[in-house]
Nanobody, 119 residues
Framework: QVQLVESGGGLVQAGGSLRLSCAAS????????MGWFRQAPGKERDFVAS????????LYADSVKGRFTISNDNAKNTVYLQMNSLKPEDTATYYC????????????WGQGTQVTVSS
């Protein structure tokens, strides 16, 4: 079992920046995929970004391309989400997720961190 702990959420004005972190612990593997998802009130959970540890290949939702950057530190089993040029529509609870496989469902989820962007 892998435990994920997110941090870095908060309140920011539109146009501002935040950096989220997600640390994995427990039965971690050297090769993994970690991703970020978000869920706004009354809406479904949506994919934001992901990164594959072995290749560094990243994927982004169209809505965040050019504004958000996902990165990881393999030595620390930590993934980051740098969010720039934030918009009110980025307001959501952000969740970190972890899987061993390159594709498919995620195996573990964090508890979420709230990001609120004021206009």
């Amino acid at each position: 079992q892998v435990q994920l702990v997110e941090s870095g959420g908060g309140l920011v004005q539109a146009g501002g920046s935040l950096r989220l972190s997600c640390a994995a612990s427990g039965r971690t593997f050297s090769t993994y995929t970690m991703g970020w998802f978000r869920q706004a009130p009354g809406k479904e959970r949506d994919f934001v970004a992901s990164i594959r540890s072995s290749t560094g290949i990243t994927l982004y939702a169209d809505s965040v391309k050019g504004r958000f950057t996902i990165s990881n530190d393999n030595a620390k089993n930590t993934v980051y989400l740098q969010m720039n040029s934030l918009k009110p529509e980025d307001t959501a609870t952000y969740y970190c997720a972890y899987r061993v496989r390159a594709y498919g469902a995620y195996d573990s989820w964090g508890q979420g961190t709230q990001v609120t962007v004021s206009s």
